[in-house]
């Protein structure tokens, strides 16, 4: 399995707070990217970073910043947390843009 | 607008039973069709196919591409009640990007 690790894996907070999960990876894969997954959209894509510090939008990018200050950890920020970003998050590594990609375990997050 | 289609929406079999799941695509820059299956956590990676005609086989699972008629087949034979996931379809673009099929869900009945 790839060495990718997000935290936290479970995290319930409450409308109008920050939140910031993490993406840990030990692959030194260029490519980095946050998903989210819902019933009946399957995986959109929020963000995604192709170096560090070289970040771009994804379709859902509303509501979501990122950073990547080192190849290995890719962080995802809501700024002010909304019941519709309730979602299982999904981190994945890739080396070559548009191969195959990997994915961490997931973040379970309940905005409540 | 780019996207991945996949049919059957759902599918229940009995163990033993073959069974093909299908990716049609409309995406411009193709660079890989990739298949994933997920149960319950995270998607794991199966196959990347990049060019046509050519089988990738592990096991029991096999796929194919066709770049012409843009679409993939998932086989799965022999199945056992460990097989029931969701799987997923990707096709990944230049520009950093993958489009993901909502997925077929495939239970597997004893």
């Known amino acids: 399995d790839a060495g990718i690790t997000q935290s936290p894996r479970h995290k319930v907070t409450e409308t109008g707070t920050p939140v910031t999960l993490r993406c840990h990876q030990t692959?030194?894969?260029?490519?980095m990217y946050w998903y989210r997954q819902d019933p009946g959209h399957g995986l959109r894509l929020i963000h995604y970073?192709?170096?560090?510090?070289?970040?771009d939008k994804g379709e859902v990018s509303d509501g979501y910043s990122v950073s990547r200050s080192k190849t290995e950890d890719f962080l995802l920020t809501l700024e002010s947390a909304t019941s519709s970003q309730t979602s299982v998050y999904f981190c994945?590594?890739?080396?070559?843009?548009?191969?195959?990609?990997?994915f961490g375990q997931g973040t379970r997050l309940t905005v409540v | 607008e780019d996207k991945v289609v996949q049919s059957p929406l759902s599918l229940v079999v009995h163990e033993g039973d073959t069974v093909t799941l299908n990716c049609s695509y409309e995406?411009?820059?193709?660079?890989?069709l990739l298949w994933y299956k997920q149960e319950k956590k995270a998607p794991t990676f199966l196959f990347m196919l990049?060019?046509?005609?050519i089988e990738k086989k592990s096991g029991r699972l096999s796929s194919i591409l066709d770049k012409k008629e843009l679409f993939s087949i998932l086989n799965i034979t022999a199945t056992q009640t460990g097989d029931s996931a969701v799987y997923l379809c990707?096709?990944?673009?230049?520009?950093?990007?993958?489009?993901f099929g909502t997925g077929t869900s495939l239970t597997v009945i004893p």
């Open positions: 970073s192709y170096g560090v510090k070289d970040t």
């Open positions: 990049t060019s046509s005609g």
């Open positions: 692959e030194n894969h260029r490519y």
């Open positions: 990707a096709v990944g673009a230049t520009g950093n990007q993958f489009y």
């Open positions: 995406v411009t820059n193709f660079r890989s």
């Open positions: 994945a590594i890739s080396d070559r843009q548009g191969y195959e990609a990997f």
